[in-house]
């Protein structure tokens, strides 16, 4: 019964919407009217044009829409053209068309919804200002570093910023190239392959990370260095390097410890490939996490205690 109810309420709402669309063309038609121009018939709507000395304007922009007479099928023809009106409405559309797509480029780049809002407009006042202007430069220079396979290695301490800065990078990059971004975390990639078990095309899943125009490895350690898990890794730095697409790296490493040569050797070729492809810029700071937490603690405390 109650599925009989919800289909009579569609229809219903069906039914209605239908109304409105036959009132508004209903209401249109009547503000049709056809004219001659130059002995040829041209169709307008009165209440949005207005005829002058022989022609059709826009009432807003009073730009002529009318155009010239051509030959179709041996008969004249008068054709509309664009005004000021209508052109403006099409950048409109092709701007909410593009912002509708970013938002996209961003949902599929991210996991966590809060970093779409980690850009460099809201970055913190305490950041380094060099570190800040240097990443805006890789994105103002971004066609040049894709063209040369040149990815960032953002290293330094915990809590200094470095992804905060890695998805500024990739906000920055989405809007002004409308281009692919994936950002995921080092440990996030282990346990969907973990999980993934025989399930799992591990190809496949190496290709969705890796195609992206841009791909950002964030929190790269060495504490979960298993043979399984270097490999795994290995493998995604090492497919972006084959696809000449740039990479950007967020780590807690000391960029000397990468540079130094290492005992494992697919430790080494993880290091290698990083250096070849990266450009190390060190991000210092205090620790954020520890200064919004003890802001958090303080506001708490200060409520309670009312």
């Known amino acids: ?3 009989i109810t919800i289909s009579l309420k569609t229809h219903s709402t069906i039914l209605i919407q239908k109304r409105r669309i036959k009132t508004m063309n209903n209401k249109e038609n009547q503000n049709m009217v056809t004219t001659k121009i130059q002995g040829t018939e041209f169709t307008y709507n009165t209440e949005t044009h207005y005829e002058k000395d022989g022609h059709i304007y826009c009432k807003t922009c009073n730009e002529r829409i009318d155009g010239k007479p051509i030959s179709m099928l041996n008969k004249p023809m008068i054709f509309r053209i664009s005004c000021k009106c209508d052109s403006d409405r099409a950048e409109q559309e092709k701007l909410r068309e593009k912002l509708i797509a970013q938002d996209r480029l961003r949902d599929n780049c991210f996991i966590s919804r809060n970093q779409k809002a980690y850009t ?13 202007k240097k990443a805006k430069n890789y994105v103002k220079h971004f ?3 894709r063209e040369d396979n040149i ?4 290293y330094g301490s915990v809590g200094s910023g470095k992804t905060y800065l890695a998805c500024a990078i990739a906000n920055a990059i989405i809007t ?9 975390n080092f440990a996030q990639i282990l346990n ?16 969705s990370l890796t195609n992206s125009t841009l ?17 795994q890794i290995y493998n995604v730095i090492n497919a972006r390097y084959l696809k000449a697409r740039p990479t950007i790296i967020t780590t807690n490493l000391n960029f000397k ?3 130094t040569e290492q005992d494992d050797v697919m430790l080494n070729r993880i290091y290698s490939r990083i250096i070849e492809m990266c450009l190390p810029l060190r991000v210092t700071g205090q620790d954020r996490r520890k200064s919004q937490s003890k802001e958090k603690k303080k506001k708490a405390q200060n409520l309670i205690d009312e």
């Open 151 to 154: 990815g960032l290695l953002l």
């Open 143 to 145: 066609e040049e570093m």
């Open 1 to 3: 019964m109650a599925k």
């Open 176 to 184: 002004e190239y409308s281009y692919t971004v994936k950002m995921r």
């Open 192 to 207: 969907d392959l973990q999980k993934g078990g025989f399930n799992l095309d591990r190809n496949e899943y190496i290709n």
């Open 215 to 231: 791909f950002i490895l964030d929190d790269f350690g060495i504490e979960r260095n298993t043979e399984y898990a270097l490999e």
């Open 257 to 259: 410890d990468i540079e």
């Open 120 to 132: 460099f407009e809201n970055v913190d006042k305490d950041t380094d200002k060099e570190i800040i």
